[in-house]
């Protein structure tokens, strides 16, 4: 009498170990480039777009910050702050070293393009690092932050007053409606915007768009910037935050 088929044997797997958690969350939220809304308002005043551009970041990506660092937090709670600013660091660094790369082979609108999204993204990664050390990101102080360390301005003082004629303009534009500037105007925008991001002047933006050398200028500029910027905010966020004097006191 013939025995019955035995039943196939599952096959044997070796245990793995449970996967680790991912060292950098994603808390996407905020647009990885200048809205077109913000462009506009860059090209029709060009004088104060690096200001536009701050008060817009941290609208938009304050928020997004946050949500990065509760997440993380959330993951493994004992990371230290340094250790959290190294990551997000490196993270905006390869994006803005990529941005370099594609902007180089598109020419100079592309340069102009390239700089308004290294100041974005660059903007994206001081509030990610300011929210590691505990500094709320959607604090307007941010928006005076990016200006002193990105050095548009000085002192705090003058960026805060930039910012308040910027945001007056903005509104302005709202009621009024904006004209769109171009040709010379245009060129001008770059300028401020390369050198919101560290790239330089004029020039140095031109330099981007050599055939054969525009690639790879932009990929270096571009990472070194944002790596120079990085160390500036780590410098910052990491000292004690002292309160601000509230009216009357403090004088």
């Given at each position: ?86 990551r ?14 594609v ?66 303009r903005?509104?302005a ?41 525009g ?16 160390r ?7 000292q ?12």
């Open positions: 009498m013939e025995r019955p088929p035995r039943p196939p044997e599952a096959p044997v797997t070796e245990p793995q170990p449970p996967a680790a958690a991912s060292e950098e969350p994603a808390a996407e939220g905020g647009p990885a480039e200048p809205p077109a809304g913000l462009w506009d308002r860059m090209k029709s005043d060009p004088q104060y777009a690096p200001e536009h551009l701050a008060l817009e970041a941290v609208r938009r990506l304050g928020p997004e910050a946050k949500r990065w660092v509760e997440l993380s937090r959330a993951r493994q709670p004992g990371v230290p702050p340094d250790e959290l600013a190294r997000v660091t490196r993270r905006f660094v390869n994006l803005a070293r990529l941005s370099g790369a902007s180089g082979a598109a020419g100079l609108p592309g340069a102009v393009v390239d700089v308004g999204v290294l100041a974005w993204t660059q903007a994206r990664m001081v509030l990610h690092v300011a929210a590691a050390y505990g500094i709320e990101p959607t604090h307007n102080d941010r928006a005076t932050d990016l200006l002193v360390l990105q050095k548009v301005h000085k002192a705090a003082e003058t960026a805060r007053l930039a910012l308040g004629v910027a945001a007056g903005e509104r534009g709202a009621l009024f409606g904006q004209p769109v500037a171009a040709g010379r105007t245009f060129l001008r925008l770059g300028v401020k915007l390369a050198q919101m991001a560290g790239v330089g002047a004029a020039k140095r933006m031109v330099a981007k768009v050599v055939p054969g050398a690639v790879v200028f932009g990929t270096w500029a571009n990472s070194a910037a944002t790596k120079d910027l990085a500036r905010t780590q410098a910052l966020y990491r004690p935050r002292l309160p601000r004097p509230r009216n009357g006191e403090g004088t």
